[in-house]
């Protein structure tokens, strides 16, 4: 089994900076993508930021300029720095490996953390 493990949620306050980071862990032969989602009391789970193998991002308009994303493909593990947090970026964190392969020959699927909540004060 694969899991996706994250950590370094908290609270701080507006302007403060966090980074989180999600490890997969389990036998995993590739990763397409690894990224993050978040989801906001009463409101749907949204993208925040992605990156590819070959390092490729993708980022949500509301947090470009101020996330980064990066990855480590050796060790299977993705990081999120947040800069300039705002009292909107509160939400639940959740990581995400996209076209896991178990093994060369096998089938991909996805993957998604348990969250790590992340909490900016005003």
């Known amino acids: 089994q694969v899991q996706l493990v994250e950590s370094g949620g908290g609270l701080v306050q507006a302007g403060g900076s966090l980074r989180l980071s999600c490890a997969a862990s389990?036998?995993?032969?590739?990763?397409?993508?690894m990224g993050w989602y978040r989801q906001a009391p009463g409101k749907q789970r949204e993208l925040v930021a992605t990156i590819t193998g070959g390092e490729s991002r993708n980022f949500a308009d509301s947090v470009k300029g101020r996330f980064t994303i990066s990855r480590d493909n050796a060790k299977n593990t993705v990081y999120l720095q947040m800069n300039s947090l705002k009292p909107e970026d509160t939400a639940v964190y959740y990581c995400?490996?996209?076209?896991?392969?178990?093994?060369?020959?096998?089938?991909?699927?996805?993957?998604w953390g348990q969250g790590t909540q992340v909490t900016v004060s005003s």
């Open positions: 389990g036998t995993i032969f590739s990763i397409n993508a």
């Open positions: 995400t490996a996209v076209g896991v392969r178990r093994t060369s020959w096998g089938t991909s699927r996805d993957y």
